[in-house]
């Protein structure tokens, strides 16, 4: 920024005939500031001086008498955005890497370069602001059709092109009317009505106000001009707040494992998968995604065929109007009903049903027939490792790659090894896992591991509570107003309450099952599949009656149990350390993100913004969207590359 700075001031009294800034990274043009500034403001003038420095640089950019056009090729987030939106104009390059957004929001913060400002009156506040509440992120054809850029070009004629429309006034573009009218709505006196809708959307999404950063973008542009040092009270709230504080923990903690996944050696080419059922199908899937070679095994033609069906949906979504690589995809997933690329695979994954001797003679009969060098490994959620690799011929080694259903929006997947696993297995079973843009979390194998071995207990202890006279939309009530995607019972329903008993009876150390679980199973009323569990679902929603209201102190009772599992885990070792602990709960449950995981939320309960709700309030009797699950036993999806802190959704 410093050096920016300078060219601006020499080109202030020699301007050139213009300005193109392009990046000399391969792969991104510039994926924000250093998070790690943001570290040291722990006083407000220290934040009013970090939004001043770019504030004032980019309106400098801005006001320049010569043509500026900012070249976009790859990742373009934040500060990057900002910069080319203080352009006059700006092209992408238009292939798989280009994505541009204002996900400042993720970390707890706003857009404060000028972002607030520049981005409505481009393209109409309701776009703007959707972007800049959610963080979500557009590619390079969704940014044209929104206005963000001029032009999307090719990369072998972006440099000639950039060229061309900075040296004859600008691209030849006509701006249509509907996204001339989006611009009115930047306009007073209609801007008070749109932060009104806008606001009452996100009052619905967070009514407890645990992330204050989308309210505060929603005011600094309806008052403030876009500004926010015109808002000094908002500016030290927000970027001071514990929210922030934790956010930003939280994206180091998903730093901490996207490096557990770093590659060590030459990537895998071919995967081969045994088992076509939900878990084994969406995971072949996931991988021809990302571009390797797969064969799926199974001995079912159906349950292939619906694999395949599932995966087509897949490439549909991701892709959208990129039919080649949609086509390109489909066709590395390759049906094997006979097993035929056992022998081709650089990894094999198990995932069929979770019977040890089932498995057993899978490997007795694959293993021979694998190369040298592959890795076995499994995908099951309750078995020991140690019992799966007994007797594995010529002394293979086993590791287990423990993904979360749904495959495709889950970012975590444990990586399971007993002691007696080689460190360079375990290594390249991680490396497989970032090699997927999956989140690797080492564990060591024990019942459970470790997602699914905290969840048991907070659920059967949600369950204890109804035992208790309870009312289920209550419990889940008390969850909710802490942070929680959903409660646990919905949860539970989602999962189907007789996984929810079989994982139970395996985790709950020889304690009795509740009560209300054993009724509602012996009455075939197992959730969400059944249509009638702890709720009544109608079109993929329970139905919940206006809740009384729950004694004090319920969500702590709900948690105690999540808080003291997670602690023996880390204590036997399952995990290596607390922050690792926290990071895989909140990747993997769902966990309140703005906490910062429930092992930093312990240890800070007592700050403000941090402790639990004493009591949850009376239900609205709205429903929270579907959370994606693990079909094992339970499981919400994390909610975002970060957090999407103002909604409850949950995508990646």
Known sequence: ?????????????????????????????????????????????????LVARGWHLFNTLAAVRYPTLALVRGHCLGGGTELALACRWRIVVDEPATSLGLPEVMLGI???????????ALIGPPAALDLMLTGKTVDARR???????????????????????????????????????????????????????????VEARDPRGHYPAPRAIIDIWANHGGNALNAPGQLASVIGSPTARNLLRVFRLREQLKAQGKQTGTPAKRVHVIGAG??????AAWCAYKGLTVSLQDQDGGRLATAIGRAQQLYARKFRRDLRGARAAADRLIPDPQGAGVAHADIVIEAISENLEAKLGLYREIAPRMKADAILATNTSSLRLEDLSQ????????VGIHFFNPVASMPLVEVVHTDATPPALRARAAAFVGQLDKLALPVRSAPGFLVNAVLAPYMLEAMRCVDEGLAPSSVDAAMEAFGMPMGPLELA????LDIAMAAGKQLSDGEQPPA??????????????????????EDGKPQKDAAPGAPPGLASRLLAPLLARTHKQVDDGVVASAELADAGIIFGTGFAPFTGGPLHWEQHAGQAGAAAPAAAPASTGTTAPAT??????????????????STKETKT
């Open 1 to 49: 920024m410093a050096e920016l700075g300078a060219v601006l001031a020499r080109f202030e009294t020699m301007p050139p005939r213009a300005l193109i800034i392009r990046s000399g990274k391969p792969g991104n043009f510039i994926v924000g500031a250093d998070i790690n500034e943001f570290g040291g403001l722990d006083t407000p003038e220290k934040a009013r001086e």
């Open 110 to 120: 706003f857009p404060g370069w000028g972002g607030m400002r520049r981005l409505p």
């Open 143 to 201: 940014a044209l059709s929104l206005g963000l850029a001029d032009l999307a070009v090719p990369p072998r004629v972006m440099e000639a092109t950039a060229r061309l429309v900075v040296l004859q006034g600008g691209p030849k573009r006509r701006t249509p009317l509907a996204r001339r009218m989006q611009r009115l709505l930047d306009l007073w006196p209609v801007k008070r009505l749109v932060a009104r809708r806008a606001l009452k959307t």
């Open 278 to 283: 939900v878990m084994g199908g969406d995971i």
């Open 391 to 398: 007797g594995l011929p010529g002394g293979r080694q086993l």
């Open 493 to 496: 329903d989602t999962v189907g």
């Open 516 to 537: 209300c679980l054993v009724r509602l199973v012996d009455g075939g009323k197992l959730g969400r599949k059944s249509g009638k569990g702890f709720y009544i679902w």
């Open 628 to 645: 994606p699950r693990n079909e094992h036993t339970h499981k919400p999806a994390e909610p975002g590359t970060m957090h999407d802190p």
